[in-house]
């Protein structure tokens, strides 16, 4: 089983268990891979796989935190979401 699978099925299990901190970090992670898809245009390695979640790791504290905010102002563009 590649990583993106056993990502794809742990997300399944965090779903059904409602387990929100789980289920986003796994989201995150594969939007990281998915978006490394198609920075490079072709399926990546299970190499170039480990080397990118391993690259999260280390930076999981600047880097999740900016990935969240885009992923909060593209909600809100998408969702039409205005602040009073």
């Known amino acids: 089983m590649k990583i993106d699978e056993k990502i794809q099925a742990d997300i399944a299990v965090a779903m059904k268990d409602r387990d929100e901190h789980r289920l986003t970090t796994l ?5 990281a891979l998915k978006n490394k898809v198609i920075e490079k245009r072709e399926e990546l390695t299970d190499a170039e796989e480990t080397q990118l979640l391993t690259t999260l790791i280390k930076h999981r504290g600047s880097w999740w935190m900016r990935l969240r905010r885009t992923a909060d102002r593209s909600w809100r563009r998408r969702s039409g979401w205005r602040s009073k």
Request: hydrophobic share 60%; charged share 20%; no cysteine.
């Open 27 to 31: 989201q995150m992670m594969k939007w």
